[in-house]
């Protein structure tokens, strides 16, 4: 375990030789600036009566433990829906022994479901994960996603997630108005998202650049956002 650069805990893969998050940015902001706030704020969630995301994948959790207590601190009072899968169900199981920062803390009852491999619901939230291989599992989803976290390990060490069959499926399951964070920049990765019909921009949140920004994928751009150039 590790202390990342904001103070939140963060692991290193053994098996994939990555940690599971940027040490310098840090667990917790990464997932608040790289996913959730510009998820929030280009999906137009406030607005909605339900939202409905998909975290690739789920990790220890924090895109979506991030993404239901911001939606929660920012006012939102409708239904949170949340898919994730995962392939290490040793590392689920592993969860509930994690230190996670206390901002979350009244959502662990969540981490806990997981851990003990059932869904969790309350309180007008829903999170599912599913185990097994996302590159299996995802085209076979159903129904629209407001939000996708696209967040595996690198391209280089998960190819499986970053491919043209891949990036297919997430572009069929994301709705109209919908939109997909990543924190990949890599031009592979944007040449096959945009291959496979996503119209791309940066979110300019950072312009001290301190951290690296990412890339947003859309069916149709919103309004305030630049299309990112080829
Ligand atoms: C960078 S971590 C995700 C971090 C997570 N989003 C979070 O907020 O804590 C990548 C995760 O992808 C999982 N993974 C790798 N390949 C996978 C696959 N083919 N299917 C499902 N999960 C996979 C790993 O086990 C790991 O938990």
Not at 6 to 26: I, M, N, P, Q, V
Not at 81 to 105: F, G
Not at 112 to 135: H, L, N, T
Request: proline share 6%; hydrophobic share 40%.
């Amino acid at each position: 375990m590790r202390r990342s650069g904001d103070g939140s805990f963060t692991l290193y893969s053994e098996a994939y030789k990555e940690h599971y998050h940027s040490c310098r940015e840090g667990a917790f902001s990464e997932a608040l600036i790289k996913h959730i706030d510009p998820a929030i704020r280009y999906g137009h969630l406030l607005g909605r009566d339900r939202v409905r995301a998909l975290d690739i994948c789920f990790g220890l959790g924090y895109n979506t433990l991030v993404f239901i207590w911001r939606l929660r601190q920012l006012g939102f009072t409708g239904l949170i829906e949340v898919i994730s899968p995962e392939l290490d169900t040793t590392l689920l199981e592993r969860l509930r022994l994690l230190p996670y920062p206390k901002a979350l803390s009244r959502y662990l009852g969540m981490i806990i479901a997981v851990s003990e491999g059932r869904a969790y619901e309350k309180e007008g939230v829903r999170v599912e994960v599913i185990a097994g291989d996302a590159a299996q599992r995802v085209p076979a989803l159903t129904g629209c996603f407001d939000a996708i976290f696209q967040d595996p390990f690198s391209p280089r060490k998960n190819p499986e997630l970053w491919d043209a069959h891949f990036f297919g499926a997430l572009h069929r399951l994301l709705s109209d108005r919908g939109v997909l964070t990543t924190y990949s920049q890599a031009k592979g990765v944007r040449r096959t998202m945009r291959e496979t019909g996503f119209v791309l921009a940066e979110h300019p949140f950072d312009p001290a650049g301190a951290f690296r920004p990412g890339t947003l994928g859309f069916k149709t751009l919103p309004e305030g956002l630049a299309c990112l150039p080829d």
